[in-house]
């Protein structure tokens, strides 16, 4: 079964711009997250998305927005770039079967990186 | 609220001996741990996870960690360590009401010398 695929892998963008990033989940999986990597700040956890629905959100500004297809496929959207958002941008898969107690476990794609100029 | 401490930021070892990488986690509920690695240029790969079962846990390579709630620890052990095990390493947690957001730690970078 093929993994998460990321795309594009590197990006170079300059201020002000806005980029938009696709992420395709393992088949069947129904949960995409969006984390971002930085030097200074680490792994933070930017959205969730499920059937479609934003499900969970973590401290970003409005700048960062993301949405999930019928098929699961994800996209996450950064607008009017700055300076501090270059970093490598990881997305998450993971089955969600929705079982009480149970966490499935999240598989990753290798990562977009973005360097903003 | 959930929080993941890393003991060390680097961890220095020889090829063919043991390593420990330090974890503490704090959770409010009962937690789900994992530890994921990086390797250079790639993205995270699953080790282990820790999800209320068995508080010895057995991973891929070689890796294991134990669960101990009284210390609020789960810190990830290998016996001998191989050249490739050079990478930086996560320690995570989350729990089932916080949905599929996943907590961090600053990771390990761990160097492996010949």
């Known amino acids: 079964k093929a993994g998460v695929t990321q795309t594009p892998r590197y990006l170079i963008k300059t201020r002000g711009q806005q980029v938009t990033l696709s992420c395709s989940p393992i088949?069947?999986?129904?949960?995409v997250s969006w984390y971002q990597q930085t030097p200074g700040q680490g792994l933070q956890f930017l959205f969730e998305?499920?059937?479609?629905?934003?499900?969970n959100k973590g401290n970003f500004p409005g700048r960062f927005s993301g949405r999930q297809f019928s098929n699961s496929r994800s996209e996450m959207n950064v607008s009017t770039l700055e300076l501090g958002d270059s970093a490598l941008y990881l997305c998450?898969?993971?089955?969600?079967?929705?079982?009480?107690?149970?966490?499935?476990?999240?598989?990753f794609g290798p990562g977009t990186r973005l360097t903003v100029l | 609220a959930q929080s993941v401490t890393q003991l060390d930021s680097h961890v220095s070892v020889s090829e063919g001996t043991p390593v420990l990488l330090r974890c503490n986690y704090s959770s409010s509920y009962s937690p789900s741990l994992f530890w994921y690695v990086q390797h250079p240029n790639k993205g995270l790969q699953l080790l282990l996870k820790?999800?209320?079962?068995?508080?010895l846990v057995k991973g891929i390579n070689g890796f294991e960690a134990e669960f101990k709630k009284s210390e609020t620890s789960f810190h990830l052990t290998k016996p001998s360590a191989h050249m490739s095990d050079a990478a930086e390493y996560f320690c995570?947690?989350?729990?089932?009401?916080?949905?599929?957001?996943?907590?961090f730690g600053g990771g390990t970078r761990v160097l492996v010398k010949p």
């Open positions: 088949s069947g999986h129904r949960s």
């Open positions: 998305y499920f059937s479609e629905t934003q499900r």
């Open positions: 998450a898969s993971s089955l969600d079967r929705g079982l009480a107690g149970v966490t499935d476990t999240q598989y």
């Open positions: 995570v947690v989350t729990y089932k009401a916080a949905g599929n957001k996943l907590t």
């Open positions: 820790y999800t209320s079962a068995a508080t």
